[in-house]
């Protein structure tokens, strides 16, 4: 373990809603496959450039602290840093990006994974007078529990010590058993503490959130094996005026602190409902809430999906664009001759001399995704093998997941390196962003390609699974240092061996589609280039009837 040598270890604040945009998918041991805890996080930013870091275990003297740097709110403040931290394997971006935090954990050494989506919530409940945002207490959490409840009381004891100074967060926290949704507001300018509340996910069922706030009723007192909440969740919303329980409503955290209007039904529990749909057809979820239908009910907090889930089903569900309904973004004429799901922001829209606005459908599979993960957490397992982070970077739809354990001491070079400020062939970010937008000027041809060598590199993953892990369970009741070195090894192998394939995809399709034409087996290109849909054609003759016709 290494030993802190300096009394000061600096840190520094992201600004509200860095990744505001991103879905969370969590799963319980008795809904999975190979009784897996799994959580998934899509960080969904534009400009956002993720480099992957380890934050290593290290001791603290009594006096360390972290200091937080001053804002044009508030003066620089101090916290104090705990006697020892944990390791935690996460992401650290560009400084400048969201403010001056420029790091969050993802998953650490005892298997507790942590992700996030921003809700918003009410505006007058940010307080920036407060020293903790949402990435340090993430990031700290990780670094200061071993069990998903011990995450949870960490982070209500930082928030409630020295504020909480961010927009409304909803937290997906996972270990080895259990799988929690912590969602938190501020309580304003110069308030105290926070409102919070966690709540459980039944085993056996799944949940989903996605930029809006998801738990609803709550149980007259906290029970600490299902709900925990503050003291003032209800207090704090009377006194504002949010909540009157004179008008005999019952109090629901979503509806009192989340801000939900149509708007946000349509881009956020659009994708709730997509994921439950998929996981429970059976259950034949209307699309009625997330239209904005009046008189109609949220989704359920959790569901029983129709069989258990495996990793690859997981990462399915991640990579949807509404495929096979009415909102299907791949058909119809904003799709465009080649049936791009992409729908460039802003989200929300209006016509000149039309007061109606309108909106684009808002997929779980995005353009502007900096990176995405599936955490799994396996109490069969020793931590340091039974934790894995499934990493992919950019658009999760065309990206390729591979495999970096808990307890590795190393990254893989391709993904920790570079900056959205310049284009490298080394930097694996770049390449993937290439090449996937590349594939936005033929959808329909070039997606196929990139989806054929994801499927390729990601069966042989999940196929050696299980053998690395029970070598590595095998060298853990040996020698643990042994084992470390053998996961690490074989995760940043993987990924590198990601990164060089995918500067070869990249090439073959730069290459193959060009101008217009598709080069043959033969590597000639032919006469004619490749024709549009005539499905396309119609609409374009329907538009323009006469302009394009040739004289008998």
């Not at 961010?166 to 105290?192: L, R």
């Not at 997941?401 to 400020?421: D, H, K, M, N, Q």
């Not at 394939?501 to 217009?516: S, V």
Request: net charge negative.
């Amino acid at each position: 373990m290494k030993i802190f040598c300096i009394s000061v270890f600096l840190l520094v604040v992201l600004s509200a809603g860095t990744a505001a945009a991103c879905t969370n998918i969590l799963v319980t041991k008795g809904a999975s496959a190979d009784n897996s805890v799994m959580i998934t996080y899509t960080a969904d930013s534009a400009g956002f450039y993720p480099r992957l870091e380890i934050l290593p275990p290290t001791i603290f003297p009594d006096n360390a602290v972290i200091d937080v740097p001053a804002t044009k709110d508030r003066p620089a403040g101090k916290i104090k840093q705990t006697a020892q931290t944990f390791q935690v394997l996460g992401v650290v971006w560009d400084e400048g990006h969201g403010g001056f935090w420029t790091r969050q954990g993802c998953i650490n050494e005892f298997q507790v994974a942590v992700a996030e989506t921003t809700f918003g919530g009410r505006e007058e409940s940010v307080n920036p007078q407060a020293l903790v945002n949402y990435p340090m207490m993430i990031t700290l959490a990780l670094q200061r529990s071993k069990t998903a409840q011990e995450a949870i009381a960490v982070i209500v004891q930082l928030v409630e010590e020295y504020g909480y100074n961010d927009e409304g967060e909803s937290v997906s926290i996972a270990d080895k058993n259990e799988a929690w949704v912590f969602e938190i507001v501020g309580t304003g300018q110069n308030g105290k503490g926070a409102v919070w509340i966690a709540q459980k996910v039944p085993d056996g069922e799944i949940s989903v959130h996605a930029n809006q706030a998801r738990i609803g009723e709550i149980p007259d007192s906290p029970n600490p094996n299902n709900c925990l909440f503050s003291d003032n969740i209800k207090s704090h919303a009377i006194e504002k005026g949010w909540f009157n329980p004179a008008e005999g409503k019952k109090f629901r955290f979503d509806e009192v602190y989340g801000a939900i209007d149509a708007k946000s039904k349509r881009v956020c529990e659009s994708r709730v409902w997509s994921v439950f749909r998929r996981a429970a057809p059976s259950q034949n979820f209307p699309p009625d809430y997330h239209r904005g239908n009046p008189n109609t009910k949220p989704y359920p907090w959790s569901i029983k999906p129709d069989k258990k889930l495996a990793v690859a089903d997981v990462i399915a569900l991640m990579r949807d664009h509404f495929e096979g309904t009415e909102f299907d973004m791949t058909q119809g004429i904003d799709a465009g001759e080649y049936g791009l799901p992409r729908r460039w922001r802003p989200l929300y829209w209006k016509i000149e001399g039309d007061e109606q606005e309108y909106a684009w459908e808002r997929p779980i599979s995005t353009q502007q995704t900096g990176f995405s993960m599936i955490t799994q957490s396996r109490p069969h397992l020793p931590d340091h093998a039974g934790g894995v982070m499934w990493y992919g970077v950019d658009d999760n739809y065309l990206s390729c997941y591979f495999p970096l354990y808990c307890g590795i001491t190393e990254v893989p070079p391709s993904f920790a390196a570079g900056s959205i400020r310049q284009f490298s062939w080394d930097d694996a970010w770049w390449v993937f962003n290439l090449t996937a937008n590349y594939a936005n000027l033929k959808y329909s041809r070039i997606a196929p390609e990139i989806i054929a060598v994801q499927k390729e590199l990601e069966t042989k993953f999940f196929a050696l699974q299980p053998a690395v892990e029970k070598t590595a369970a095998e060298l853990c009741q040996t020698n643990k240092e042994l084992a470390q070195m053998f996961l690490t090894d074989y995760s940043v192998a993987q990924a590198e061996r990601t990164a060089v394939r995918w500067k070869k995809l990249a090439a073959e399709i730069l290459t193959k589609f060009n101008d217009g034409y598709i080069r043959g087996k033969d590597g000639q290109y032919p006469k004619e280039g490749d024709p549009y849909p005539e499905g396309w054609l119609r609409r374009v003759l329907r538009e323009k009837p006469e302009q394009f016709k040739l004289p008998k």
